[in-house]
């Protein structure tokens, strides 16, 4: 009986010994869904911020688990092609928010264990090409991006 109490506690304590420094994703990050998601964007090329006051670097640095990731990547994904779009069709505002949430979500995934570098090679896929031929959507695409990996 003493020895599986002695157990249960070596197992208690080396469980509390493995959690992350870093704390968990807030809820806002998936809990925005992507109307929210584009609301907040709008203040770009100033700080964006989610709910609560989230930046959107810290949804992608805290990302622990594929379902987070998946989640998470999801609601990013949309935002990142409907802003592409938009800016294909030559809307520089829509340019600028995609550049900020690519410099954002790759300025979190560079602080992040790599979980999310994936998520960040798709964001800024999702801005390629834009400008070719358009200055003023390659310039406020340049500047989100700046904007993002600085405030985001």
Not at 27 to 43: E, N, Q, Y
Not at 47 to 57: E, F, N
Request: hydrophobic fraction near 45%; aromatic fraction near 2%; proline fraction near 5%.
């Amino acid at each position: 009986m003493r020895c599986r109490a002695v157990l249960g506690l070596v197992v208690a304590l080396a469980a509390g010994g493995c959690t992350k420094d870093e704390p968990r994703m807030p809820a806002a990050c998936t809990g925005t869904d992507v109307a929210g998601w584009k609301r907040a964007l709008h203040a770009a090329p100033d700080a964006v911020r989610l709910p609560g006051g989230v930046p959107i670097s810290t949804c992608t640095r805290r990302v622990w688990t594929d379902a987070e990731l998946q989640e998470l990547g999801t609601t990013i994904h949309l935002v990142a092609e409907d802003l592409a779009a938009r800016a294909r069709r030559g809307d520089v505002e829509a340019a600028r928010r995609l550049g900020y949430l690519t410099g954002a979500v790759a300025a979190g995934a560079a602080r992040s264990s790599g979980i999310s570098s994936e998520l960040a090679r798709r964001v800024g896929v999702a801005g390629v090409g834009l400008g070719d031929g358009a200055p003023p959507v390659a310039r406020a695409l340049r500047e989100g991006e700046r904007a993002g990996a600085a405030r985001g």
